[in-house]
């Protein structure tokens, strides 16, 4: 099983609705990821947190917004999602954002209606 | 614009069969070469990685080959297995430079292995 611990598994959600995905580790990781996968393509990069701040963040739309309340813990807050947001979003973590390899969790599966 | 070059994008291997993945890349700030293996239903994870000062990494029945010269580097899975069916992502990282978080990913591979 994986050490990083994303919940909800799956969530439906309408475009009005307002929800948050969760992750957590306990691995001592100081740098947390979200990742956005679409269905047979590879992993892209949405936000990165290096020591429970955000560094980067890769052009994403407004609807998804970060958060880090503490080194263990990673949330992504939607709101007024689009159909095409629909996708499974992956948390990852590793021990710093240099040297070191990503542990992914298992993922959330989204679908907006 | 594509970094890593990922081929073929699905391969059927017979049981006991040698399974045969490759990448390409062109940024040679890419000091990091990690396989992932990802189940359906599950999140991509580490499998076998490499630095270019190797040429070849063995871990059971996974191996990368890696040709700097060439900037190609590939995964053999010796001894293919059903289980090992997934889709495998080689990806590439410039590690010295810090942004670790930036994991180029190829395309993938969707190994099917018939028992």
């Known amino acids: 099983d994986t050490e990083v611990t994303q919940t909800p598994k799956h969530l439906v959600m309408g475009m009005t609705n307002k929800k948050s995905l969760k992750c957590e580790q306990h691995?001592?990781?100081?740098?947390m990821y979200w990742y956005k996968q679409k269905a047979k393509k590879p992993p892209e990069v949405m936000f990165v947190?290096?020591?429970?701040?955000?560094?980067i963040n890769e052009s994403v739309p407004s609807r998804f917004s970060p958060e880090c309340p503490n080194s263990s813990l990673l949330n992504l807050h939607l709101h007024a999602l689009q159909p095409e947001d629909s996708a499974l979003y992956l948390c990852?973590?590793?021990?710093?954002?240099?040297?070191?390899?990503?542990?992914f969790g298992n993922g959330t599966r989204l679908t907006v209606t | 614009q594509q970094q890593v070059k990922q081929s073929p994008q699905s391969l059927i291997v017979q049981k006991g069969g040698i399974s045969i993945i490759n990448c390409a890349y062109e940024n040679t700030a890419f000091d990091y070469f990690p396989w992932y293996q990802q189940f359906p239903g599950k999140g991509p994870a580490l499998l076998i990685a490499?630095?270019?000062?190797?040429s070849e990494k063995k871990e059971g029945r996974f191996t990368i080959s890696f040709n700097k010269s060439a900037k190609q580097f590939s995964l053999h899975i010796m001894d293919s297995q059903p289980g090992d069916s997934a889709t495998y992502f080689c990806?590439?990282?410039?590690?010295?430079?810090?942004?670790?978080?930036?994991?180029?990913f190829g395309k993938g591979t969707l190994l099917t292995v018939n028992p």
């Open positions: 691995m001592g990781h100081r740098a």
């Open positions: 947190y290096s020591y429970e701040k955000l560094s």
């Open positions: 990806a590439a990282v410039p590690m010295s430079g810090g942004s670790n978080y930036k994991l180029t």
């Open positions: 990852a973590s590793s021990l710093q954002t240099g040297g070191s390899p990503l542990h």
């Open positions: 490499i630095r270019p000062d190797v």
